[in-house]
DNA sequence: GCTGGCCCTGTTATCGGTAACAAGCAAAAA
DNA sequence: TTTTTGCTTGTTACCGATAACAGGGCCAGC
């Protein structure tokens, strides 16, 4: 039976006091580089691993962040593996882990040193003003509240200036139907790169479903001539648009151009395969690790905003 | 600043030990009855929630379970958030929290009390009986090892039956290219219930893949008459099968069944919507962290094969 | 009445760290 | 030379729980 090192085995192989290892794994500023040098060697041979929750009982800790989903689950499904795997990697290097909370079940029922929350509308506000510890959101907000999220305006920018490159001459916005910062922003992303180009933008709204960009473009296909491009503000947008066009025989991409926002999976299984503005989830998911983790050691200091750089996919759905 | 209940406070409250409430949490049938109820009652009152690093300290336990996933993640993506947060939400009543990690990173590094490992293969077999610490599979495997997965071989036995009870005449099972006990599995399911009515299997395999089946779907689409139904090993290759028979103009679901497997996202974006076998990734997460927590809790003692029965959603690619 | 055992509760030591304070010692200042 | 200062390291107490052992009360059996 192999007991795992202690900061006691370190100190004794390394002949200092167990204060001097502990300070040499969190504040080696203080101790003389020589010793330092030893230590570390002791740690190495022993093969040393702190101890969390030692640590945590110690430092007043839990060594836990929550993250939790406030909109309903089934909606945004894919989207969070891999933000949480991205996270999850981050917690790792300063041994944090991970609790998953959805909607209903009471957030501050047990302890955590910080949140990473997603899916907050306005009426959650109250909420995130209650809660004491530090938190952070995954997803533009207009209230203050330090978030990280893709820059959706940047991205349908780049989505807009890039069918126009291609020589699609009528570029038609195709958003989601809701009130949330995330589809303003892409609307914009898409507004002012029309105006940029002297054009003038054509900004219509559908449920986030397949079914329903489907039926909007049976309704509307006719408006529209040759040689448009569909900037649609999701995947699944773009997914039902496809459908349309393909249930019409139009030719895709040589008349039709369709850009979907995601690239999370639907890109890839549509046929034909979707452009789209893909996200960086990973990213995200490492970049809410960091800030929580930093914000829980600046004791809550505000961390403000952060936009992650999407990138633009490209394939069949567009010249 | 108010700081959190500890035993101590409740030990006080209680007019007893430390101990007595600490035996009234772990072990009440050590304690007289009506202390329990003078107890509790403290606890209640100073709404006492026990430290889990002062715990796991005291207990040398880590509180941590790892989730693995070896194989690569775009794979799965979707799959992965359901299960989590089933995980999660049962993991939270033991006060246990999760790590993630994926393929490349060292499993050993870091401590936990168990892990639950996805997408094994044989190759990693040898890594798994290195390992210490208890763990519990999700999906299928024939090396003995614990598991839990979704009841692959029942779900496509129901698949096929309600196929012929829909009154199709001719079923193709088309399922994935690998050798993967699952797939066996859903296969077997096939061929079962082909053999119980007296039919003859058709078995075929492409790459899990819309595009692979849309091709093989291309090619052989000749070979099969009217009401013929493609039971299919995923929603992927599902997909695929219906954008082939949508462009050839076919009456699905008239002339033409497609039922798919999985249920997690394709099956409703798809056009016509897909009729598929939706595992319960939600109760499968759950289970998994229950057999994982027993096993920790018995010292690693086996637990066993889990098989979570998956549902039929019957949809629009079905008669 | 005395002893042994059962049932219940308390005491003590310990898990592996960290903060706060004490102390040693050399160089700098008086 | 003596005092002060600063840098470095060690000592002590404590974080909040649990395991193992100790002890007191009560009843049964001799």
Redesign the interface.
């Known amino acids: 039976m192999t007991r ?1 090192a202690t900061l006691e085995d370190v100190a004794q192989k390394a002949h200092v006091s167990k204060m001097t290892v502990s300070r040499v794994i969190n504040h080696p500023e203080l101790v003389a580089p020589e010793l330092q040098v030893v230590v570390e060697d002791a740690m190495r041979k022993l093969n040393y ?1 702190p ?4 640590r ?2 110690a430092k007043n ?4 962040v929550k993250f939790v ?1 406030l909109e309903d ?1 089934d909606h945004m ?6 933000i ?2 991205g996270m ?2 981050e ?2 290097k300063k ?1 944090y ?6 909607k209903g ?1 009471q957030i501050e029922q ?2 955590a040193d910080g949140f990473v929350i997603t899916g907050t509308r306005v009426d959650d506000y109250p909420m995130l003003n209650a809660l004491k510890e530090p938190f952070i959101l995954f997803g533009e907000n207009r209230g203050g509240y330090d978030f990280v999220d893709t820059d959706n305006l940047g991205g349908e920018t780049m989505a807009t200036e890039y069918a126009l490159k291609q020589g699609y001459r009528n570029l038609v916005f195709i958003g989601l139907d809701v009130k949330e910062a995330f589809e303003f922003s892409r609307e914009a992303g898409y507004v002012n790169a029309m105006q940029q180009n002297k054009k003038i933008p054509s900004v219509n709204r559908v449920k986030n479903s ?2 329903a960009a ?1 039926a909007f473009m049976q309704e509307h296909l006719s408006e529209y001539p040759k040689n448009t491009c569909f900037i649609c503000g999701s995947d ?1 947008i773009a ?2 648009v496809i ?1 349309a066009l ?1 249930e019409e025989e139009k030719d895709i991409p040589g008349d039709y151009g369709v850009i979907g926002f995601d690239g ?3 890109d ?4 034909p395969k979707i452009t789209t503005v893909k996200q960086d989830l990973w990213k995200i998911g490492e970049t809410l690790a960091q800030l929580i983790l930093r914000k829980i050691n600046q004791n809550g200091a505000p961390q403000g905003e952060m936009f992650i750089k999407p990138t633009l996919s490209k394939a069949e759905s567009t010249k």
Chains 1, 2 share one sequence.
């Not at 101890?51 to 030692?54: C, D, L, Q, R, T």
């Not at 890839?268 to 046929?271: A, D, H, L, R, Y």
């Open positions: 795992t691993h101890n969390n929750a030692a945590a009982l800790q839990t060594s836990v989903i689950i499904d894919p989207y969070y593996t891999n949480l795997f999850a990697t917690l790792k041994n882990s991970l609790q998953l909370l959805l079940s047990g302890p397949t079914t489907r699944r997914t039902g459908q393909v999370i999976l639907l890839k299984v549509s046929s």
